[in-house]
């Protein structure tokens, strides 16, 4: 059986060889000593449920669509911070800003880093964008 490789180790041990945490491997734990091996690999798990869900994403989309200057952003791009911000405000839930690029892609967007030059762009134009509308929040 594949448990016997962990059979005498100590928890840190077990922990590091699985590379989950303690929690995990006291439920497992309980889980393998009340109904065996089979309950183990019982059922979907689905993990915490989403605390955006298909209405808030909906609304969310929605926002996006409009433009970050709809919105009162006075950049034109939308960034996985200020995306963080338009949620925490309009639904008062707060994610990670990496966490954020996941709902875009969810959503279908896909996250694009700002290129700093363009081949054929005026270079004096480029450098007033950058230095003037690009860092704004």
């Known amino acids: 059986m594949a448990f016997s490789i962990l059979k005498g180790l100590q928890l840190p041990e077990i922990v590091k ?17 009340e109904s065996g091996v ?3 690999f019982e059922g979907k798990h689905t993990g915490r449920p989403p605390l955006l869900d298909k209405d808030r994403l ?4 929605e926002i996006l669509d409009s433009g970050p200057v709809a919105y009162g952003f006075q950049q034109g791009i939308w960034t996985c911070p200020t995306v963080q911000h338009v949620i925490e405000a309009e639904f008062n ?10 709902i875009l892609h969810k959503l279908g967007f896909s996250v ?5 030059k363009l081949a054929l762009a005026d270079e004096n134009l480029q450098q007033k964008w950058i230095r003037e509308t690009y860092p704004v929040f």
């Open 17 to 33: 060889i699985l590379n989950v945490g303690q929690m995990s491997v006291y439920r497992w734990i309980s889980c393998y000593n």
């Open 38 to 40: 089979e309950r183990l």
């Open 58 to 61: 909906s609304r969310l989309e």
């Open 93 to 102: 839930i707060i994610y990670h800003h990496d966490h954020v690029r996941k």
């Open 112 to 116: 694009q880093d700002p290129r700093k």
